[in-house]
Structure formats: structure tokens, C-alpha cells
């Protein structure tokens, strides 16, 4: 699971750097937040095996993530 929350957030970096560098960051906006809301849903499980209370923010913050991501499209 680590690997995985460390691929989604250097995805996610990579996306909103090419996006500011190229300029066109509506076209790459989507793929950037869905990537994020992955990686927060990644997150969410990792924090709900340990038992912590922050997994239930990570979920909610994915859904809203992933919302407004497919909104977007």
C-alpha cells in the first residue's frame, strides 16, 4: 500500500507540474484530482486497518475528490 500512495502522489505532482509548465491545466485537471482522490482512498485504508478515526476524513475527502473530478469531465 505505501508503494502505491507514493506512485499516486508522484502522479499526482507530475500531472499539476506539466499542467502549469504547458499551460493548459483545465485538460490535465481531471486526471491530477483523480488521481489524488485514489490516493486519498489509498490512504483511508491504510489509516482504518490501524483503527485511527482519521480514515472516515480520508473517505470523505475522496469521495468529494472524486466528485468533483467526474463533474469536471
Known amino acids: 500500500m505505501k508503494i502505491l500512495r507514493i506512485i499516486l502522489t508522484i502522479m499526482a ?15 490535465i485537471m481531471p486526471y491530477m484530482l483523480l488521481s489524488m482522490g485514489l490516493m486519498f482512498i489509498v490512504m483511508g485504508i491504510t489509516e482504518f486497518r490501524k483503527r485511527k478515526a482519521n480514515a472516515f ?17
Open 13 to 27: 505532482i507530475a500531472l499539476s507540474g506539466y499542467g502549469l509548465i504547458t499551460g493548459n491545466i483545465g485538460t
Open 57 to 73: 476524513n480520508y473517505f470523505l475527502g475522496s469521495a468529494f475528490v472524486l466528485f468533483v473530478a467526474i463533474y469536471i469531465l
